[in-house]
């Protein structure tokens, strides 16, 4: 026998793959591939487009918060980029899938892109030759660029592409001018498609979505209006990095629009169009709009013409009532219809009912259809070839209760491919997405991964500052008010620097390699950036430090956007001479810096969850499917939480079956160790080694538990409100009383002739200034149990808008077809309920004004049910005090960012899921337990954590043991030694806040990185102009 | 604010003539910003419907004869909301209970349809006069191709020439066809939307007899109202025939390469959308291609076509009503189609054609506006 093996009998590989491929590189496909990535497998990250960013690239700001969608994306693309274990396709799309989970072999296929991505360098060199204008596809087509080009300034990857359809080579073999234009030889025009077959163990699909086609409606006149836009154009209309460079002008004449109407539920909850769910972000993106309109241009007048505004989210509620109570800002409760256009002017004339019963036609400079979250053709291939089940709507099919699951093992979604839904909601998914993966592949978890080597650390001691500076143009958002290349000019000649620049993009991938190669170069020793914000870009400037073989520590920011450019919008001058004094301080902080090193530290892999809900069971089995040892305490005794109580969901899926299986799942796993009846009392350390005292019932003795990681999943509770005689008349009822009544006791239920739902009962009111997402859905669910029971009962839903998002909008159809009466009330004029007894007959009579009738509407119930807030337990406020993290204005915890890290806190180490973060439904809290898990498994199977380097530290010499510091310290992390008698600092806990530094009155506090000759010289220099 | 209760013996009234469909809408008031009346004066189908809904409907209102069920609503209200239904029900009940809140014209129509079939006072007897000189066979078992000429053309002296045009065409284009007669009635179709049920059924049973025993298989038609009718309604009652409009017969002869054109039509023409071919029926293509293809013809669209077309107001047994002068649609029609400087001004559909003589002959504009039917200027070209 030979010992060769012929090529077709070397298997495919056996056993499990510890790579997983992520389709769909948005915002939810990097999200998951930066977490397969941080669990320890090989990710491959591909996408049918040019460059990552999908549609949150696109977007100008981010409700509710107004974050720059770029600037807080971007960071996640170097993050993508930079790391080794991400591969990037572009261009690429699956042609098939063969084998089964864990063992996936997929088949690519990549469109050439007729530029070698190895060799561009993105320098744009080529398209300033291209004699050929094409529709700029990034701006949605308001602008023109060139036929070879860079998909958008911050692209990932930063190489340029060729639009082939209309290449004057590729379609007529004329041309060719651009090839020698490119110094590094990478145009190459004889490209062909290429086709990969990539082996990983798990596919994690996050192909998105398109919006909704307003051509095929003509009713709104997008076809033959050029002043009615799409809400995505309006996006880039307003962006800074758009067509207008963020001025705010109407496509017909380029003016300012002085009254712009948003239309909403365009290709949404509309029969006609055949999208009958609710696309549940158009609400929000519109108001977000709207006071971005009223940011640029105060007097413009905005209105909304909408049908339930569904701002359910977190912080959303708040957000609309800001947007509602501006001058000028009108939110009108009508569709409308568009009458045409003044030929003169070109305005829009909408003609629509007012609340007074009126129809009125008014016109607008410009309007904006709120589209629709559609389907794609493509993702509906991509099923078909991954055997995927869709949905009736095209979107992705996962059984009752796991969300992230595909109707095929091995296989995982996430993001808008699920349902329609917005950025933090498909950040949660994908994270929960890529925590099915990592427990699909644990055992080859680190198998196929690679390290990052950054190269040697060059000592810089004894050398004379040789200062970078680096002046970011921000696109136009610096250099549109700040000269750039005058303040360029400028720090030239400012003491120790060797090296001044304009950057268009100091963050694109590009830039940064330019800036490392620029510090090995030119021998720099230390670097400023003047741009943004150290908060989202500074690890990404420290690192093209590092790959220049410079210590992260030798660079200062100097944030000429936030402070200055932002701020002094209309003062061209001042704000150019302010960024010369704001580098000037950073440069002379900047030769003062030293290079610092992270202290390390080890990693207890163990984890405390607390709450023994759905999310709290969760997030524990997640870990323990894992190998990871698990603290569950839960405060009652037992198991369930709240989900005890609900026997059904809307969708019909049996709650309380799951919930059973979840807690002997639990229960049976050896590495989970519950404890009931039990409370967190004690808490110390910092991530990877806290230290936790448990009092299990009422003993005397603390339980002490060593962990890594801290998950919070305290849950939240139904409000017992005290109005519309809630504890007086029992036939009034909570939704939750309700749902027990209709299981225990049908026959109860079924003796009413008439019921009455009220909405927002202690929701979306002072007290509470948050709409608590469950209840509508929840009501609609308990209206159609009744009109099952008993099909000719009465019954009635007193709501202020219904909030049956996504896909449960059909069921609040279902409702109306099934003779379920909705009755909308004013918060100002809410329902009144009076016990009588009229002819011998007992009952509730309700009255509530009909808006459309303008009377008020008498109906007597037997039965009155109230839909009550979902309210934070009041043991969160001792619960965040001990574990030193931050509720919300409502006692919810709060995260570290609302869009882009829902389910971390600012605290490293301690994560949060379920309702103890806002309510949500089961659904939505087993998504984010399984993020919280993918979070916590990042830490957990790390062998060592790095601690911070800029920390405070003790002159002993100085210190006199006064304790001020101790007290000072907001983190615990600075004690007395009580046997030396000074205070001791720990590195691991220090946030290198500096209060301590302020507070000590010695002078024996040092605060690393932020030395006082440093801050002193800073300050000499902000008064040395 | 005025208290009230639901009254629900009227919401059980309004469900049973077929108005059910009030449960659905979730008020947005599309239909009324959708509805051509707010053009002319305030009519707010929302409200009509969530006063159906509660049973609170005032019968005696005018309001409730206004819609001429020209479907713009309908077809776009996000709910599926068939509100024609829900207006058809109360006009219904109102002709029961309240018979003196009826229009006295469309007393006059029902009577003219409940004693000789046509609700233009004609004659039974006289309903193939405008054929009388064409020698048309009556359909038969040889023929089974019934053209169904409409009541209109049948007994307006004005209209019969679109009668008699259609048959031309049909004889011309070598069609196997033939009439009924005097056994023919009115189709049902707007005495069904004035909310009379059992007039309607006794004529479209009257009909599909009628048809049955001449054997008739298919029928040619020159109302888009006959069209709907015949195809939507009379299946129910046992009448399954193939209907075919005229401008889809023709449209299918010009696919077949068998219509030609031996003469030209030099005009500005300006194609209106009847309602009941275009929203109602989805047939938007067919006329103006066939339009289109005639020499010299420069046909031109109103500022609103197609699915956004307005109705001439004849639709919903307005037809038979009054209209005030300053509320006519068609005569927004006729000036949007001069203002477009539009010679002719061409349609499918005999309601709209009335409306349309009505508003050129009242405006003054007879010498500057030729309405005609499609058929006509095919007649001529052919």
């Known amino acids: 026998m030979s010992n060769e093996i012929s090529v077709s009998e070397i298997p495919v590989s056996q056993g499990k793959i510890g790579a997983v491929m992520v389709v769909g590189a948005g915002v939810g496909g990097i999200q998951a591939a930066l977490d397969a990535a941080a669990a320890g497998f090989k990710v491959y990250l591909v996408d049918k487009g040019p460059a990552i960013g999908g549609k949150m690239a696109q977007l100008d700001k981010t409700f509710p918060t107004n974050d720059c969608s770029m600037c807080i994306l971007s960071p996640k693309f170097i993050e993508c980029a930079s790391n080794p274990n991400i591969s990037i396709i572009t261009n690429t799309h699956v042609e098939s899938l063969e084998g089964k989970a864990g063992n996936f072999q997929v088949h690519l296929y990549e469109e050439p892109r007729y530029v070698d991505e190895e060799k561009c360098t993105g320098c744009g060199t080529c398209a300033e030759y291209c004699p050929i204008y094409v529709p700029d596809v990034y701006n949605e087509s308001l602008a023109k660029k060139k036929c070879i080009h860079v998909h958008f300034p911050q692209a ?146 905005a209105v909304v013409l909408h049908n339930d505004i569904r701002a359910y989210g977190k912080g959303f509620e708040r957000f609309y009532e800001r947007a509602k109570n501006m001058p000028g800002v009108r939110y009108q409760w ?112 680190g198998t196929l991964m690679e390290e990052k080597v950054y190269p040697e650390e060059r000592d810089t001691t004894g050398e004379a500052p040789r200062v970078g500076i680096f002046v970011c143009d921000c696109g136009t958002n610096i250099a549109k008010v700040v000269d750039v290349p005058q303040v360029v000019e400028y720090a030239k000649g400012l003491p120790g620097v060797s090296h001044s620049v304009e950057e268009t993009f100091a963050c694109s991938v590009d830039a940064v390699n330019h800036m490392a190669e620029t510090i090995r170069k030119q021998g720099l020793n230390r670097v400023v950036v003047a741009a943004c914000t150290p908060r989202t870009h500074e690890p990404v400037f420290q690192a093209a430090l590092r790959e220049a073989g410079l210590n992260p520590f030798l660079f200062q920011f100097a944030n000429i956007r936030e402070q200055c450019s932002f701020v002094h919008m209309n003062e061209k001058e001042v704000a150019t001479e302010k960024a010369k004094d704001l580098i000037r301080m950073a440069t002379s902080k900047a030769v003062l810096l030293q290079p610092l090193h992270r202290a390390i530290y080890n990693v207890t892999p163990e984890a405390l969850v607390i709450g023994g809900g759905i999310a709290g069971m969760t997030s524990s089995l997640a ?136 909405q927002c009962v202690g929701s979306r009111n002072d007290e509470r200034q948050y709409c608590s997402r469950v209840c509508c859905s929840h009501s609609v669910k308990n209206a159609l149990q009744l009109k099952k029971l008993k099909p000719e009962m009465d019954v009635y839903v007193l709501y202020r808008d219904m909030r049956t998002y996504g896909f449960k909008e059909d069921y609040y159809k279902e409702a109306s077809d099934q003779g379920v009466v909705f009755i909308r009330y004013q918060p100002e004029d809410p329902p009144d309920i009076h016990a009588v007894k009229e002819k011998g007959k007992s009952f509730l009579r309700l009255t509530a004004t009909e808006p459309i009738l303008g009377q008020r509407l008498e109906i007597d119930a037997d039965l009155v ?161 | 604010v005025e208290t009230v209760a639901p009254f629900k013996e009227a919401i059980e009234m309004i469900r049973e003539a077929g108005g059910e469909m009030f449960r659905k809408c979730f008020q947005c008031g599309l239909c009324t910003a959708s509805c051509p009346w707010n053009n002319v004066k305030t009519f707010m189908p929302h409200k009509k419907i969530t006063e159906s809904k509660f049973g609170l409907v005032e019968l005696g209102e005018e309001d409730w004869w206004l819609c001429s069920t020209c479907n713009m609503c309908v077809s776009r209200c996000p709910r599926g909301v068939a509100i024609t239904d829900v207006i058809r029900a109360v006009r219904n009940i109102t002709l029961d209970s309240v018979p003196r809140a009826v229009p006295a014209s469309l007393k006059n129509a029902i009577g003219s349809l409940k004693i000789s079939g046509n609700p233009w006072s004609g004659a039974r007897e006289d309903r193939a006069n405008w054929a009388r000189d064409l020698a048309i066979p009556p359909v038969g078992a040889e023929t089974q191709t019934l053209y169904f000429s409409c009541c209109t053309p049948a007994f307006d002296p004005k209209m019969g020439n679109i009668a008699r045009a259609t048959a031309r065409i049909l004889k011309e284009t070598g069609a196997n066809f033939g009439i009924i007669g005097a056994k023919e009635s009115c189709c049902g179709e707007s005495v069904r939307k004035a909310g009379n049920f059992e007039v309607f059924e006794k004529l479209a049973k009257s009909n599909i007899d009628a048809f049955h025993e001449s054997g008739v298989k298919e029928i040619v038609v020159t109302s888009p109202h006959c069209y709907s009718t015949f195809k939507s309604e009379y299946p129910a009652l046992g009448g399954e025939f193939n209907v075919v409009h005229l401008v889809q017969y023709l449209s299918r002869l010009a696919d077949e390469g068998k219509l030609n054109f031996k003469k030209p ?68 029609l006729v000036e949007q189609a001069l203002e477009l400087g539009a010679e002719v001004l061409v349609t499918a559909c005999p309601y709209c054609i009335l409306n349309f003589k009505d508003s050129v002959l009242t405006l003054g504009k007879e010498d500057v506006l030729d309405v005609r039917d499609i058929s006509e200027i095919v007649d001529e070209v052919i």
């Open chain 1, 156 to 301: 990932v990857p930063a190489v340029s592409m060729v639009d082939a359809a209309h290449c004057l080579f590729l379609q007529r073999k004329i041309c060719q001018i651009c090839v020698p234009t490119c110094k590094s030889k990478a145009i190459d025009f004889k490209m062909q498609p290429k086709r990969t077959t990539v082996e990983v163990g798990s596919v994690i699909l996050a192909p998105g979505y398109e919006i909704f086609d307003a051509y095929s409606q003509s009713q709104y006149g997008y076809h033959r209006f050029s002043n009615v836009v799409t809400s995505l154009e309006f996006e880039r209309i307003i962006s800074a990095s758009g067509p207008n460079g963020g001025e705010i002008l109407r496509p017909s004449d380029n003016r300012t629009p002085h009254k712009i109407a948003w239309i909403q539920c365009v290709g949404s909850r509309d029969e006609t169009s055949n999208c009958t769910y609710c696309s549940a972000v158009c609400c929000m993106y519109a108001t977000k709009q709207v006071i971005l309109s009223k940011e640029h241009h105060p007097e413009i007048e």
């Open chain 1, 623 to 758: 870990l323990a499917n894992q190998g990871i040892k698990v603290h569950l305490i839960e405060k009652t005794d037992s198991l369930g939480g709240l989900s005890k109580r609900i026997p059904v969901t809307l969708e019909g899926a049996d709650v309380q079956n799951m919930v059973k299986k979840l807690v002997d799942e639990v229960y049976a796993s050896d590495l989970i160790e519950i404890s009931t009846n039990a409370q967190l009392v004690e808490y110390s350390g910092y991530v990877g080694n806290f230290i936790s005292g448990i009092r299990v019932g009422n003993g005397e003795a603390l339980k002490e538990i060593k962990h890594g990681i801290t998950i919070v999943a305290a849950g939240a509770e139904e409000l017992k409100p005290n109005e519309y005689l809630y504890g007086e008349d029992d036939r009034v009822i909570t939704l939750l009383e309700l749902d027990e009544r209709i299981e225990k006791d049908s026959s109860q239920v079924k003796e009413c002739d008439s019921a009455v739902f009220i």
């Open chain 2, 265 to 332: 039509f030099p005009k500005k023409v300006v194609y209106h959308d009847p309602c009941y071919l275009g929203r109602h029926n989805g047939i938007y293509d067919e006329p103006r291609s066939i339009l289109k293809n005639i020499p010299g013809l420069t046909l031109m669209d109103e500022m609103n076509t197609r699915e956004n077309s307005l109705c001439c107001g004849g639709g919903g047994a307005r037809i038979w009503m009054e209209t005030k002068k300053g509320e006519r649609f068609s005569d927004t």
């Open chain 1, 334 to 445: 009508a569709k409308t219809s568009i009458v045409g256009e003044d030929p003169d002017s070109k305005n829009i004339i909408l003609r629509y009912r007012t609340d007074d019963s009126k129809v009125k036609d008014e016109q607008f400079d410009l309007v904006v259809l709120s589209v629709g979250l559609n389907s794609t053709e493509g993702n509906r291939e991509l099923a078909e070839k991954l055997s995927i089940g869709l949905n009736e709507h095209g979107f992705c099919e996962s059984p009752a209760f796991s969300p992230m699951e595909t109707s095929r093992d091995g296989i995982y979604s996430c993001g808008v491919f699920h349902a329609p839904m917005d950025i933090p909601d498909a950040v949660t998914m994908a994270s929960g997405a890529a925590s099915l993966a990592s427990q699909l592949l644990c055992e080859e978890r």
């Open chain 1, 865 to 1025: 049910c109230l839909a009550t807030a979902s309210v934070a337990p009041t043991g969160n406020k001792p619960l965040s005090q001990m574990l030193k993290v931050p509720l919300n204005e409502d006692g919810f915890f709060l995260e570290a960012h609302m869009k882009l890290r829902p389910v971390d806190f600012s605290t490293d180490g301690i994560f949060m899921c379920g309702t103890a973060h806002s309510p949500k439904f089961i659904d939505e809290s087993i998504a984010q337990a399984q993020a919280a898990a993918s979070k916590a498994l990042a830490v957990l199977t790390r062998t060592s954590i790095e601690g911070q380097a800029a920390v405070a530290e003790v002159n002993e010499e100085l210190c006199s043991g006064c304790r001020v510091c101790e007290m000072a310290c907001p983190y615990d992390a600075v004690k007395k030694d009580e046997e030396k008698r000074v205070s001791v600092v720990n590195q691991a806990l220090c946030k290198g806040c500096g209060t301590c530094v302020a507070a000590c009155p010695s002078g024996a506090m040092k605060g690393k990185h932020f030395t006082m000759d440093q801050i002193l010289a800073e300050i000499r220099a902000a008064f040395a102009a």
